[in-house]
């Protein structure tokens, strides 16, 4: 075969495009343009990043997971751009695109795993919400810009349920939230010890003032979008370590965990949201009956009964401004925001009568007045449910809480039957208490829609219901790692 004397050496075109780099950064830094200049440098990097996240999707998952968890903050910084959640829905493209480059690539995905409860379920909602275009009451412009509830759950639902089938990536998880904990434990005492950065100040002036700088005290929100989230979380993740200090072999990890569990539940309190205490006690409750021990869920209902009597019939630590807000969640008669939440339900009870299907997809509460003055906009839903029912109508909110209490009970099907090695058991054991409480303090906050949640909900599902093929995946680990023991004794 004849070669051409013109082709061109790849030293010779790596050459040109690294002078082509050298000139464009050269070129912006005369122009005083360091964005641009810093947009240029940064492209090999993240060619790499690109190639590495191809190779290993999870780190793509978790460049995603960065960004949701830590939304809150980013929101707060970027808030004079418009359309800012377009950066967020980048790095969920972009997890879903080195997915697929992977799958490509080297075909080891099993894409029937995507086939469980938590891709159907979440399937029949985004069609739910896709039929919701054509309620007369809807507005094309806030069904658009509300895909966060519909197009991204199911895809999330897809690609979480094909990659969590590994132990490794379970663990990854599970400390890197660990370590998303801490950060934020940092980021609050920050606030607390030396104040508000002027992002959160501004942020706190455009309104929200009014529910975190209180006569009762000040309410923390760290990184997260509010205290409410803030608060819920943590109650979710106070617990999950707490569950993962007490079974965890390992001293090292016992430590750590508790040490974790001990932020979590501190930030709980500092961010004086009443409902984040059925987090815990929600999920104690649910330990107790998938737990399979009768001595361990013994000792969890007995300390869940002692937190209930602690809050509920004394007046210990009433000093304590924390403990003080935090008491009036177990009295209702005494929390007047509580009952103004009951009444304005009734109003949109009487509003929703006539309309089965909802005002339409986003178009609930009042953040919805940008779309125009309705009566339905003009009352604060104040509670994740609320809103999918003021948006979806009675038919709506029934449809989703059945897909959450399907997702709890199939869940707790393959921990109880499913899943027989003990280590596996108690992490997925972990995840769904969490869950669980969560999805229970979703009724007196919004939070549960916001995409650090949505992160959480889909990954912490797709382990659960995976809980079988992680299984199959850690044994065989196990007796790879027994297999090259006795090698080297015997080689020895």
């Not at 790499?48 to 830590?70: D, E």
């Not at 412009?141 to 590994?166: D, G, H, Q």
């Not at 801490?182 to 508000?196: R, V, Y």
Request: net charge positive; hydrophobic share 50%; aromatic share 16%.
């Amino acid at each position: 075969m004849l070669t051409s004397n013109r082709d061109i050496p790849i030293g010779t075109i790596s050459s040109a495009v690294v002078a082509a780099g050298l000139f464009a950064i050269a070129y912006y830094c005369m122009r005083g343009q360091a964005i641009g200049a810093f947009a240029v440098a940064g492209i090999p990097l993240a060619a790499l990043w690109f190639s590495v996240s191809v190779r290993y999707p999870i780190i793509s998952l978790f460049t995603y997971g960065a960004t949701a968890c830590f939304w809150g903050a980013i929101a707060r910084r970027l808030e004079r751009f418009t359309n800012i959640s377009a950066l967020l829905e980048v790095t969920l493209i972009y997890f879903f695109a080195c997915m697929l480059f992977h799958a490509l690539t080297t075909r080891d995905f099993q894409w029937k795993r995507a086939f469980n409860p938590l891709t159907v379920g979440f399937f029949v909602w985004f069609v739910y919400c896709f039929i919701e275009l054509v309620n007369p009451s809807a507005l094309t412009e806030a069904w658009i810009n509300s895909r966060s509830f519909y197009p991204n759950m199911v895809l999330l639902a897809i690609f979480c349920s094909v990659l969590f089938t590994k132990y490794n990536y379970l663990k990854y998880l599970i400390n890197g939230l660990a370590i998303f904990v801490i950060l934020t434990f940092i980021k609050m005492m920050i606030q607390k010890e030396l104040g508000f950065d002027e992002y959160e100040i501004r942020w706190l002036m455009a309104g929200s003032y009014r529910t975190h700088l209180l006569s009762s005290g000040t309410r923390y929100f760290s990184t997260f979008s509010d205290a409410g989230n803030f608060g819920s979380n943590m109650g979710g993740f106070g617990l999950m370590y707490a569950i993962l200090a007490i079974y965890t072999g390992s001293k090292k990890f016992k430590l750590f965990y508790s040490f974790v569990s001990v932020l979590a539940i501190v930030g709980m309190f500092m961010s004086g949201t009443r409902g984040a205490m059925i987090v815990p006690l929600g999920g104690m409750i649910l330990f107790t009956i998938i737990a399979k021990n009768i001595k361990m869920t013994a000792i969890v209902g007995a300390c869940a009964i002692v937190i209930y009597l602690f809050f509920a019939h004394t007046y210990i630590g009433e000093g304590n401004q924390y403990v003080r807000r935090m008491r009036t969640a177990f009295k209702p008669s005494e929390d007047a925001s509580l009952n103004v939440r009951l009444e304005n339900q009734k109003l949109i009870a009487e509003y929703l009568k006539d309309k089965p299907f909802g005002e339409g997809m986003g178009l609930a509460g009042v953040e919805s007045r940008k779309y125009g003055e309705r009566y339905i906009t003009e009352i604060p839903v104040d509670s994740y449910y609320v809103k999918i029912w003021v948006q979806t109508g009675i038919v709506g909110i029934l449809l989703h809480v059945g897909i959450f209490v399907l997702l709890i009970l199939w869940g707790c099907y393959v921990i109880m039957f499913r899943v027989k090695t003990a280590k596996i058991r108690h992490i997925l054991s972990a995840m769904i208490c969490s869950l669980f409480g969560l999805m229970l303090s979703a009724y007196g906050n919004q939070f549960f829609g916001q995409p650090n949640t949505q992160f959480l909900l889909f990954t912490f599902m797709a382990c659960i219901l995976n809980g079988s093929y992680i299984e199959c995946d850690f044994l065989e680990s196990r007796q790879k790692k027994q297999s090259v023991k006795t090698l080297k004794t015997i080689s020895v």
